[in-house]
Structure formats: structure tokens, C-alpha cells
């Protein structure tokens, strides 16, 4: 008789549970896509994928308000219709009466954990993929409709008078490129062809201009060009973020920071600077003597009167600057370009770069006797001499980049661009490690006071009988709202590096705790009347 109760009463709250939990669903499904849409400009193919990708963050908050709303409601009625009265008179003890809901709190529990840690990083990943997939007409659907594209995650915009995605072609382009407040530069052209090249963890996407104009400041400087070659990346927004991790990618990015994408980019911004003023450096101290770099079709030797290294990962020659280059041999001299002023840019991937070499105004002369002016000519491909690259011995980016080893590898020491770059790295590091410790905990906090929640709920259905249906859930809501409080709390005082180590994650468990003891306090007075 006992197990026919329980099973009717089970039976009833989930029955509720279910249809609360797809209304709940329906409604808060369309607002977690908003920024999606906005951010990227999908289509309606994308928001159906989208929806289903991100029902698990959904489900995360809809279950356990799910759950509470059925079980407060039943067992109010239960009450109110003196079911709960009949059955304490037939010998039928309070608590019994109380475990299909507790069956149905820890199933939420697990669920919401296992929603937490596994299932909802798996699903970030897949949107994260679809969204990549389709950038493509993303991009152009977005000029097609607004004239113009901000790529997310970056301040530059593109603009186009016309957009033909058969083609991949843009017609009257306008590309700003933004760099804080300041716009860095601005490039016009006719057309421009368009080619994604999708990485793993980000989007590259590479402009063709054809009779390209740029206006730009500083050593960008202002040029024509018959083709243009620009790259753009398009970085990851939703899975680069700790609170869509799984709980093993969390593990292995605890024990080595370089596994997180914005840590590593950061680092490989760090690495380059430094590369950039130990190239200087050894440039400089080789006097007026020619440098010599390398790359596989040629050999360039140069000289100039001074040498320095800038932000943005560039060494800045000046004065006379003499280039002459050679075959990939050194036997066979090839020309020599003269000017005032070039530019060393660290280019490819930042942790195993290339050098670009940029001559402004070069007069050059070939080993036939033919010369003339070139606007703007660009050898590229060098590779980094040994001298520079055998300075990092350890094997560990971080380790190399470490302010210890820059100001021993450095006799002037760091640049002041440098050393912010170097201390945004370490509070990207000290944040992450502190954003890992507040999401795991704030996880584990949610999904285990699902149980005590729930269970309050049932409480003050029974207690709240006389009243209306709702209000019990109503005044269960609020320990709801009082837990998420101090799980906010926690996570912010965690983050905070002037906090107490340790202080937010204690605040984190003392609302659990909080709530745990109303749950003993409800079921006093329960059992006392």
C-alpha cells in the first residue's frame, strides 16, 4: 500500500515536473539565443541548431525551478485536499510521504551536475563549430542586410557596397581597423575576394583587396597598391569562456595555463614583444656591420644607422638603411634597396614566428645596372637567427617570457609595452586560476542544493495549504534567490585578488549550508504539528 502511495504521488509531481519544465524550456530557449543572433547576424537555419545547442544551459536553471514549482504545488494539494491527513491517519509517517519527492530532488541534483560539468560544455562546443561552419554567410548576409560587418570579437568593421557570396567578392570596400578608440587604419578598394581558413579554436579570415588604397597612422602610412592581402581573426566567444569548460579541460588547464586559448594568444603577444626587442638588440650591437637573416629563396644582409624596437611586435630601422639580397646560396647578388626608414614585423604563428621586412620609399638598383623606385617593396619569409631564438632554452613559453628571464635576456631591460603585456599576463593567469576555483565550486554549490531546495519546497506546500497553490512556491523561491545571491558572492569575492584566499569559496557553502539548515527548520515544525 506504502509503495502504491509513494508511486501515485511520484507520479503526480512528475507529471507536473515535465510540463512546467517544457513551458519553462520554451520561453527561456529563445532569450539564451539572443546574443548569438545579435553578436552574428544567423539565420534561421542556424537559431533551430542553435536552440537545440544551447537547451542544456536552459535546462541547467529550468530544472530545479521545474522542480520545486511541481513539488510545491502537489503536495500542496495533496494537503489542502486532506490526501496528507487521511494517509497520517492510516499509520503513513510524514517522511514516507516525502520520498518521491526526495527521489525526484536528488535526480534534479545529479542531472543538474551532470548537465554542468559534461553535457552543456559538449553542447557550447558543437554551436561553437555550427557558428564557424556558416561564417561564412554570416558575413555576408550581414552586409547583404546592414551594408556593413563587425567581426565579433574585434572593433574593426567591413564595409561593402555589394556582396556576392557565389563569388566570394565584395564590391566598394571600406575595412577600418580599430585598435582601443583609435582607428589605426582605414583601406579602401574596388573588389575583394573573401577566403575563410577555419582553425581549431578560431576563424582566419583573409581579404584579397584589388587597387587597394590605405590611409593609416604612424609607420602604417598612407600607400596604393594593386592587390592587398589582409588577415583577419575571427576569436572564439563562447568557448574560450572557463563556465563552458568540461570538468577534464578545467583539470589540464589548472596544471598548465597554456591550455587555455586566451592565456596561450596572450602569451604568444608576450613571446613576439620580446623576440621583437632581443632582434633589436642584437641588431644594434652590430654597429654599422651588416645583419644577415635567412629564408628559403634568399639570403638579405642590411644596415642601418639606428635600430629600434617598438610596440606591436616591430623593430624600426632608420637613418641610412642599406639591403641587399642574394640568392638562397650568397653566391649570386640579386639587388640592392635603399631608404630611411624599414620595418621588422614578427608575423605568423607568435610562437614560432616569421619576419616580414617593410622598406618605405626604396630606390633599388639590380646586378644589371637597372634601377628605380619602388613605394613600398615587402620581402618576407625571414627566419629569426639563432642568436635570438637560442636564448629560449627551458622548453616552457611561460617560463621564457617569465619578467626574471626578460630582464636577464635583456641588457636594457623590458620596454614598458613589454612589461604591460607581461603583467596582463599574469592577472589573465592569477584570473583564470581564480575563475576555475569559483566555477567549480559554484557548480558543485547549485547542483547539491538542488536537494535542500526541493525539499523546501514540499515543506511549505504542506505547511502553506490554506493558502493559494502558488504561494508556497512563491516563498520557496526566495531561498532559491537567496542561494544564487551567495553563489554570486562567492564568485565574486573569489575573483576579487584583494579578497582572502579562500574567503569567496567559503561564502559559496556557507548559502548551501544556510539552506540545508531552513530545510531541518521547515521539517521541525512539519513534524512537531
Known amino acids: 500500500m506504502v509503495f502504491t502511495l509513494q508511486r501515485y504521488i511520484f507520479r503526480e509531481v512528475f507529471k507536473v515536473f515535465v510540463l512546467a519544465t517544457v513551458a519553462l524550456t520554451l520561453i527561456l530557449s529563445l532569450g539564451s539565443i539572443l546574443r548569438p543572433v545579435a553578436e552574428y547576424g544567423v539565420g534561421p537555419r542556424q537559431v533551430v541548431h542553435l536552440i537545440g545547442y544551447f537547451l542544456p544551459i536552459t535546462l541547467t536553471f529550468v530544472l530545479p525551478m521545474a522542480a520545486l514549482f511541481s513539488t510545491a504545488l502537489v ?29 525526484l530532488a536528488v535526480m534534479v541534483a545529479i542531472a543538474n551536475l551532470t548537465l554542468s560539468f559534461h553535457v552543456v560544455p559538449a553542447f557550447v562546443h558543437r554551436a561553437e563549430t555550427s557558428l564557424k561552419a556558416d561564417a561564412k554567410q554570416i558575413l555576408f548576409r550581414n552586409i547583404q542586410r546592414r551594408g556593413y560587418y563587425k567581426p565579433p570579437g574585434t572593433l574593426s568593421r567591413i564595409y561593402a557596397d555589394r556582396a556576392d557570396s557565389q563569388n566570394n567578392t565584395l564590391l566598394g570596400v571600406v575595412i577600418a581597423e580599430v585598435k582601443g578608440s583609435e582607428i589605426k587604419k582605414i583601406i579602401t578598394a574596388e573588389n575583394a575576394k573573401i577566403h575563410f581558413n577555419p582553425h581549431k579554436r578560431f576563424n582566419e579570415v583573409q581579404i584579397a583587396a584589388h587597387n587597394a588604397y590605405q590611409m593609416g597612422a604612424g609607420d602604417e602610412g598612407d600607400f596604393s597598391a594593386k592587390s592587398l592581402l589582409l588577415m583577419i581573426e575571427f576569436p572564439s566567444l563562447l568557448g ?62 642590411f ?13 624600426r630601422l632608420s637613418g641610412d638603411v642599406v639591403v641587399n639580397e642574394f640568392d638562397s646560396a650568397g653566391k649570386r647578388f640579386l639587388r640592392t634597396l635603399r631608404c630611411t626608414k624599414a620595418i621588422l614585423h614578427i608575423e605568423g604563428d607568435k610562437l614560432a614566428p616569421t ?22 617593396p615587402i620581402i618576407r619569409g625571414l627566419i629569426l637567427p639563432r642568436t635570438v631564438t637560442d636564448k629560449f632554452k627551458t622548453g616552457n613559453v611561460l617560463n621564457d617570457i617569465s619578467p626574471a628571464s626578460v630582464s636577464a635576456a635583456l641588457k636594457n631591460g623590458p620596454s614598458p609595452g613589454l612589461e604591460r603585456l607581461q603583467n596582463k599576463l599574469q592577472r589573465k593567469i592569477w584570473n583564470t586560476s581564480a575563475e576555475i576555483k569559483a566555477e567549480i565550486h559554484s557548480r558543485l554549490v547549485f547542483g547539491i542544493g538542488c536537494v535542500p531546495l526541493i525539499m523546501i519546497g514540499i515543506g511549505l506546500g504542506i505547511i502553506l495549504k490554506g493558502g493559494h497553490l502558488l504561494s508556497a512556491f512563491g516563498a520557496s523561491s526566495i ?35 544556510l539552506l540545508s539548515l531552513l530545510a531541518v527548520v521547515v521539517y521541525r515544525k512539519l513534524l512537531k504539528n
Open 303 to 315: 644596415t642601418a644607422s639606428d635600430c629600434v624596437a617598438q610596440d606591436e611586435e616591430k623593430v
Open 355 to 376: 619576419l616580414t621586412m617593410e622598406l618605405y620609399s626604396a630606390r633599388w638598383q639590380c646586378a644589371d645596372g637597372s634601377e628605380g623606385l619602388a613605394r613600398r
Open 75 to 103: 503536495y500542496g494539494r495533496f494537503a489542502s485536499d486532506n490526501e496528507l491527513d487521511a494517509c497520517r491517519a492510516s499509520g503513513v509517517s510524514m517522511l514516507t510521504l516525502v520520498y518521491p519527492g526526495l527521489a
Open 479 to 513: 531561498p532559491a534567490a537567496v542561494l544564487t545571491v551567495f553563489i554570486m558572492m562567492g564568485r565574486n569575492v573569489t575573483k576579487n585578488p584583494d579578497s582572502l584566499a579562500g574567503s569567496g569559496v567559503t561564502l559559496m557553502w556557507v548559502g548551501l549550508i
Open 240 to 301: 574560450d569562456d572557463i563556465k563552458f569548460k568540461k570538468i577534464d579541460e578545467i583539470k589540464k588547464i589548472r596544471l598548465d595555463p597554456m591550455q587555455f586559448y586566451p592565456i596561450e594568444k596572450l602569451a604568444g603577444d608576450v613571446y613576439a614583444q620580446f623576440l621583437a626587442e632581443l632582434l633589436a638588440q642584437d641588431i644594434s650591437s652590430h654597429g654599422r656591420h651588416f645583419y644577415k637573416l635567412y629564408s628559403g629563396s634568399k639570403i638579405v644582409e
